[in-house]
Structures are given as C-alpha cells and as structure tokens.
C-alpha cells in the first residue's frame, strides 16, 4: 500500500460530479484542485449499506474541509453511470456535494495497493494528500467497518498545523 510521505499517482479518472444528466461528469486528474489539500476516500461497491453513510458523513462536513483549502473526493471501481445512477436513486446521495471517482479500470487502486484482491473492489481506504500531492495520512477499514469522517477532519487539521500534536488534539488546542 502506498504510503505516507509517497507521492500520489497520476491519474485521469471521469467522475459523477452531479445527479442532473446534463451535468453529470467531469475527468479529474491529480492537477485538478491546484494549491489544494485533498481527501480521497475509496469505498467497495454502490448500492450497499455501509458507503452511503460514509458518502453522507463525509458530505455533512464538505464545508468544514472546504473551510481548510481541502477538496474530499470519493470513488470506488464502480463506473461513471453507477455512481449516477446511484446519486438519482438514494434520496440522501442526490445532493452530494464532491466528485466521486470511477475507478473502473482499477489502476489507480491498484497503483495505491488498495485493491482488494478477494473481493476486486477498492477496500474501504482514506488518502490525505498535501498541495503538493505528497500523502500524509492513509488509514483502511475492513470492508464491513465504516470510518469516522471528523476523525479525517481532526487529523487534516493537525496536518496543516505544521507542529506536534499530542493523542486526541483538536484544532484550537495547544501543540507540542
């Protein structure tokens, strides 16, 4: 798995940007949000239990991490037009508020060594890259666990402190 202090890999992915048709996908690249800290974060399949509710805790907190010059981007090894369809066909993904990203091919998984090879989807991994696509924090969950999006935030936060902060620091806390 590729890890902190590594650079993110280069990618040119399409993603569900929306659930209106017409607007519905962009081609992302690792360039895309220039000067910008980015949140990737991969979950296993569409259409199932646990992703929405990550998809949805991630989106409740978009302005707290747009707020941190931070753009979240999802994405699983679901095609372009399952993550649409799947945007128009649950009520609580409709107004999602970041791009997912279809891995369809499984290069980009593959290259973060996050493919799981049992079960040929993306495991349940969390990327946070600096501005200058160096990874700075990676954490995976089992597939049948969900992960903790303020847990994400709080750590991004230590990250842009630039200083040493101790077990359970939150932002406006004192350093070491």
Not at 3 to 9: A, C, D, S, T
Request: charged share 25%.
């Amino acid at each position: 798995m590729l890890g902190v202090g590594k650079k993110f890999p280069e990618f040119e992915l399409t993603a569900s940007v929306s659930g209106d048709q017409d607007r519905a996908f962009e081609t992302l690249t690792q360039d895309s949000f220039p000067g910008k800290w980015k949140v990737f974060f991969f979950w296993p399949k569409d259409f199932t239990f646990v992703c929405p509710t990550e998809i949805v805790g991630f989106g409740k907190l978009n302005d707290e991490f747009a707020d941190r010059d931070a753009q979240l981007i999802g994405g699983s090894t679901d095609s372009d037009f399952v993550h649409l369809a799947w945007r128009q066909n649950h009520e609580d993904l409709t107004e999602s508020p970041f791009p997912w990203v279809s891995d369809i091919k499984r290069e980009l998984c593959t290259e973060l060594g996050i493919l799981d090879e049992g079960a040929g989807v993306a495991q349940r991994a969390t990327y946070i890259v600096d501005p200058d696509n160096i990874v700075r924090f990676v954490s995976v969950n089992d597939l049948a666990v969900g992960r903790n999006p303020e847990e994400v935030l709080r750590v991004l936060d230590g990250l842009q402190t630039d200083e040493l902060c101790p077990c359970n620091w939150n932002k406006g806390e004192a350093t070491l």
